[in-house]
């Protein structure tokens, strides 16, 4: 039996977790489930309950956020493309994920054809601001659906944008990754640069934090950068991911886009070194390669 109250979260990754807990602490009604059952545990012990099936929580749930990898999964999870999809009837689904904006404008499609609703609310960020529940949200949807869903994202963020109908939230979340990928990669070349004229890389760090370029991202990936330390923040192999769904929303609107091009090529180099599960500072090592 649905229950209006109940908000359901598919999905407890690298950054699906901490949000979860987030809502679970805020006192949010939550019904969770996750591939890996081991996921669920601190969720379920900040007061979620925890789903056996996907179906389940759309069976319960009235809001239905997904954090989920990609379409795949998402069709996956969903069942669409069979009789399964029917489940989204009269519930509001919404997609935190980043996937293509044309895969989330079909999607919105079929939802609405199945008789349920549909709003993508993309995050930017990484874990350690899922963490803090400071993520930025980008919302796109009917009006109506953006207000409904707006307040239940409040302990997983510190704004949330409107940015008009479907899929321009993840348009929008492209824009700023491709920002994000060209800095983070600018600044790894930097420190290896600096590295490579024997410069002590601690005052390289002193300088950037001092200056007028530092920034929450810029602080922690020097950290890493400085400290060898790659443990995942976001990792590589999902930021290659993003670098390719970024150059064919450019490719297919006929945008040049050469720094994302040269990324994507070091970020793909870095995967093929079996960096792909490190953090996206890692990419330092493929430009460590080229040098051989």
Request: overall charge negative.
């Amino acid at each position: 039996m649905t229950d209006s109250k109940i908000v359901g979260f598919l999905g407890l990754g690298v950054m699906g977790e901490p949000m979860a807990l987030n809502l679970a602490r805020a006192g949010t009604p939550l019904l969770v489930w996750t591939r890996d059952p081991r996921r669920c545990e601190a969720v379920r012990e900040a007061g979620a309950t925890v789903a056996a099936s996907p179906a389940e929580v759309l069976q319960r749930a009235g809001v239905v956020l997904m954090m989920l990898a990609n379409g795949e999964a998402i069709d996956a999870v969903l069942g669409r493309g069979t009789p399964a999809f029917g489940a989204v009837a009269g519930r509001l689904l919404v997609h935190m994920g980043t996937t293509a904006p044309g895969y989330s404008r079909g999607l919105a499609d079929d939802v609405a054809a199945a008789g349920g609703r549909y709003v993508e609310a993309p995050v930017s960020g990484s874990r350690k601001p899922a963490e803090a529940g400071q993520l930025v949200a980008m919302l796109a949807g009917d009006p109506a659906d953006v207000a409904e869903v707006r307040p239940l994202l409040a302990p997983m963020t510190r704004d949330a944008v409107e940015c008009g109908p479907v899929p321009q939230a993840l348009l929008m979340k492209l824009a700023v990754n491709l920002y994000l990928i060209s800095m983070v990669t600018g600044l790894a070349e930097a420190y290896h640069f600096a590295e490579r004229h024997g410069l002590d890389l601690a005052r390289l760090t002193a300088v950037l934090d001092a200056g007028p370029m530092a920034s929450d991202v810029s602080r922690v990936k020097a950290a890493k950068l400085l400290g060898r330390e790659f443990a995942v923040q976001a990792a590589l192999q999902d930021v290659l991911y993003n670098n390719e769904l970024i150059a064919a929303a450019a490719r297919q609107a006929g945008i040049a886009s050469p720094v994302l091009d040269a990324c994507h090529a070091l970020y793909a180099e870095a995967v093929a070194l079996g960096h792909g599960t490190e953090d996206m500072a890692a990419v330092v090592k493929a430009l460590e390669n080229r040098d051989g």
